[in-house]
């Protein structure tokens, strides 16, 4: 499956932007999914992820109440939606997918496909 994300910008503090993830090659809902994000000198952390067939949503604690994961069956997407957005936001997002679901559904490691990362700064 490949994967292409979307959305990344400038955004203001508190303000909201959101990211979209296109899959092709595969049917997106037969695969869980996940963001991820990177900052500057930072590893990869887990931010939101998105279980095959049931659509049960993981958030990490730093995003939960401000963050939403959703997925679009016939666009072949996932968006996440990130309202009240904080400085320490500001990284390079990535969406992952991959079959099935792991328990260690935060490592990067557990993830099969990648997308190229979408540039999020949080700046006023």
């Known amino acids: 499956v490949q994967l292409q994300a979307s959305g990344g910008g400038l955004a203001q503090p508190g303000g909201p932007l959101r990211l979209s993830c296109l899959a092709s090659g595969h049917t997106f809902s037969t695969y869980s999914g996940a963001w991820f994000r990177q900052a500057p000198g930072k590893e990869r952390e887990f931010v939101a992820g998105?279980?095959?067939?049931?659509?049960?949503?993981y958030y990490a604690d730093s995003v939960k109440g401000r963050f939403t994961f959703s997925r679009d069956k016939a666009k072949n997407s996932v968006y996440l939606q990130m309202n009240i957005l904080e400085p320490e936001d500001s990284a390079l997002y990535y969406c992952?997918?991959?079959?099935?679901?792991?328990?260690?559904?935060?490592?990067?490691?557990?993830?099969?496909?990648w997308g190229q990362g979408t540039l999020v700064t949080v700046s006023s």
């Open positions: 992952a997918a991959r079959s099935g679901w792991s328990v260690q559904y935060y490592s990067p490691n557990s993830w099969h496909y």
């Open positions: 998105i279980r095959e067939y049931t659509s049960r949503t």
